[in-house]
C-alpha cells in the first residue's frame, strides 16, 4: 500500500511552526557608547546639517545625560532641540503633548529622533516618530475597542535610544506603551515600524540611577529573562498561514534561551552591587548587558503570566512596573508554572546559582523561589508583597484576577500553563505576603 505524502493547504495551517525570526535594531554597547551616536545617525542616513530631536525628561537632563548628548551632536554639525517633557508612563495625553512639540517646531518632522531615559521616555520617541510619519492621533493606532486598530505603514526618519535604565528593554521592542486614564488601563502601539533603528546602550549613563530604580528596573530584567527562558517553544504553536502574521511573542527558541541564561546569571550575579555601590561601572555594565539580553529573550519569545497579572496592578494602583514584577514572580512565574515543568524550573535555579547538588526538580523549582526572595531582600528597596507594595487585600484579589483574565490574553495565551480566574486569583493571594515584614 502507498500512502500520498503530500500535504493540502489546509494540513499545512494545521501544522506546527516550524520557523522562527528575530527582528533587532542595530546594537552598540559599552562604555562611553554614547560618543558614537552621532557616527550612529550618520550611519543610518542622516545626512549634512540635519535637525533633529532629543526626546527625554526632567530627571535624565537634570543628570546632565541630555546636556551630553547634545554637545556631541552639535560639535558633530547637526541641530538639536530638546524635549525634556516626556511622562513617566506617558498617557495618550503625554504623547499628544509631544506630538504638538513635533508640529509646532517643523513643517513635516524632524530629520531624527532620539530618544534617552527609561522605558517611558524610549516609548514617548517611539510613539512621536511612528505617528509624526503616519499621521494621525496615538488613538487611531492601537488595537481595538479601545483605539480604531489602523495599520502603521511607514518607519519615518531614523530614530536612536540610549537607555539611562538597565531594565525595560524598551530599546529593542517594538512596542510604545501607553495609558488610558479614562479607562484605567495600558494599551500598546505595537508594529515592527515602532522599533527603533539603533540602540546605544551607554553603562556610564546608568550609574546615576539611584538604588530603588536600579532594583525595580533590574527586576523587570530578571522577570524578561525567567519567563523567556520559561515560555512555551516555538514550535508549540500552529504554524502561520502567512509570515507577516505571526505573533510578537511568538515562543522560546535556541537563541533566546541562550540570552535568557546569559541574562540571568549577570542580572543574578552584579544586581547586589549594582544597587548598595552604583559607581561600580563593572555592575553597572553587567546591568545593562543583563537587561539588553533579558529583552532580546523575554520581548520576542514571550513574557508570561507575572506580566499579565502586573498590567491591571499598574493601572490601578499607580505602581512602578518593574517593583510590581518582582513582587508577583515567585507566586506566579516560580511556583504557579513550575507545577507544569519542574526540570525546566530547576535549570533556572542552577542558572540563578542556587545549589542543586542532590535536590529533585520540584525541590530546585522551591530553591530557586527562596533564593529569588533572599535576593529581594538583600536589595533592601523591594516591598514584601502586594500588601505592602499598594495596600491590596484578599478583598481586592478576585477584581485583579477578572481583570487580568479579560484584558491580558495576548500575555496569557503565552503562558506555559493554563489559567483561569481563580487560578489568578490564587497566585495573587500568594503574592499579598512574600516574607514577613
Ligand atoms: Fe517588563
Same mark, same amino acid.
Given at each position: ?17 516550524? $520557523?522562527?525570526?528575530?527582528?533587532? =535594531?542595530? $546594537? ?51 541641530? $538639536? ?7 513617566? *508612563?506617558?498617557?495618550?495625553?503625554? $504623547? ?37 510619519? %503616519? ?8 488595537a ?26 524598551? *530599546?529593542?521592542?517594538?512596542v ?9 488601563i495600558k494599551e500598546a502601539?505595537s508594529? %515592527? ?16 540611577? =539611584? ?12 522577570g524578561h529573562?525567567?519567563e523567556g527562558?520559561t515560555t512555551h517553544?516555538?514550535?508549540s504553536l ?6 507577516? /502574521?505571526?505573533p510578537v511573542y511568538a515562543g522560546r ?5 541562550? !540570552?535568557? *541564561? ?14 548598595? %555601590? ?20 523575554g520581548l520576542?519569545a514571550g513574557a508570561s503570566l507575572c506580566h499579565a497579572m502586573a498590567y491591571p496592578v499598574g493601572n ?8 510590581t514584577i518582582?513582587?508577583l514572580t515567585?507566586a506566579s512565574t516560580?511556583d504557579y508554572n513550575?507545577a507544569s ?8 535555579? *542552577?542558572? !540563578? ?9 520540584? /525541590? ?34 478576585d477584581w485583579l484576577a477578572q481583570q487580568t483574565v479579560d484584558t491580558q490574553e495576548r500575555l496569557l495565551r503565552c503562558n506555559p500553563r493554563p489559567v483561569t480566574s481563580d487560578d489568578v486569583a490564587a497566585v495573587f493571594?500568594?503574592a499579598?505576603?512574600?516574607?514577613? /515584614?
Amino acid at each position: 500500500m502507498s500512502y500520498d505524502r503530500s500535504v493540502s493547504a489546509s494540513d499545512r495551517e494545521l501544522a506546527p511552526e516550524t $520557523i522562527w525570526h528575530i527582528d533587532m =535594531p542595530e $546594537i552598540r554597547f559599552g562604555r562611553d557608547a554614547t560618543d558614537e551616536l552621532a557616527f550612529q545617525l550618520r550611519d543610518l542616513g542622516v545626512e549634512g546639517a540635519a535637525t533633529g530631536l532629543v526626546i527625554t525628561d526632567d530627571g535624565v537632563a537634570d543628570a546632565g545625560h541630555a546636556d551630553r548628548v547634545v554637545a556631541h551632536l552639535e560639535a558633530a554639525g547637526l541641530d $538639536i532641540d530638546i524635549y525634556a517633557d516626556s511622562e513617566r *508612563e506617558p498617557s495618550i495625553g503625554a $504623547i499628544e503633548d509631544c506630538l504638538s512639540f513635533v508640529r509646532d517646531q517643523t513643517d513635516d518632522g524632524y530629520d531624527f529622533y532620539v530618544g534617552l531615559g527609561g522605558g517611558s521616555c524610549m516609548d514617548t520617541a517611539k510613539a512621536t516618530r511612528a505617528i509624526i510619519a %503616519n499621521g494621525g492621533s496615538p488613538l487611531d493606532y492601537v488595537a481595538e475597542p479601545t483605539g480604531d486598530g489602523q495599520t502603521l505603514t511607514e518607519s519615518g526618519p531614523p530614530l536612536v535610544l540610549l537607555p539611562t535604565t538597565a531594565g525595560t528593554g524598551a *530599546e529593542i521592542s517594538p512596542v510604545a506603551i501607553l495609558s488610558v486614564p479614562e479607562k484605567e488601563i495600558k494599551e500598546a502601539i505595537s508594529s %515592527n515600524h515602532v522599533r527603533a533603528d539603533a540602540a546605544v546602550l551607554d553603562p556610564t549613563l546608568t550609574t546615576t540611577l =539611584p538604588p530603588d530604580l536600579t532594583a525595580r528596573t533590574a527586576m523587570d530584567a530578571l522577570g524578561h529573562a525567567i519567563e523567556g527562558y520559561t515560555t512555551h517553544e516555538y514550535d508549540s504553536l500552529l504554524r502561520a498561514s502567512d509570515p507577516g /502574521e505571526r505573533p510578537v511573542y511568538a515562543g522560546r527558541t535556541q537563541l533566546t534561551e541562550m !540570552f535568557s *541564561e546569559k541574562a540571568i546569571r549577570l542580572l543574578s550575579g552584579s544586581v547586589r552591587t549594582a544597587v548598595h %555601590n552604583g559607581d561600580d561601572l563593572d555592575a553597572r555594565e553587567d546591568m545593562l548587558l543583563g537587561a539588553l539580553f533579558g529583552a532580546i529573550s523575554g520581548l520576542t519569545a514571550g513574557a508570561s503570566l507575572c506580566h499579565a497579572m502586573a498590567y491591571p496592578v499598574g493601572n490601578k494602583y499607580h505602581t512602578f512596573h518593574g517593583e510590581t514584577i518582582a513582587v508577583l514572580t515567585p507566586a506566579s512565574t516560580i511556583d504557579y508554572n513550575s507545577a507544569s515543568d519542574p526540570a525546566r524550573f530547576a535549570e533556572v535555579a *542552577e542558572i !540563578f546559582g542556587v545549589d542543586t547538588t542532590g535536590l529533585t526538580d520540584r /525541590e530546585a523549582a522551591d530553591a530557586l523561589k527562596r533564593a529569588y526572595i533572599q535576593l529581594q531582600r538583600d536589595l533592601g528597596v523591594l516591598p514584601s508583597g502586594l500588601s505592602e507594595l499598594a495596600g491590596i487585600t484578599e478583598d481586592d484579589v478576585d477584581w485583579l484576577a477578572q481583570q487580568t483574565v479579560d484584558t491580558q490574553e495576548r500575555l496569557l495565551r503565552c503562558n506555559p500553563r493554563p489559567v483561569t480566574s481563580d487560578d489568578v486569583a490564587a497566585v495573587f493571594r500568594d503574592a499579598l505576603h512574600n516574607w514577613e /515584614e
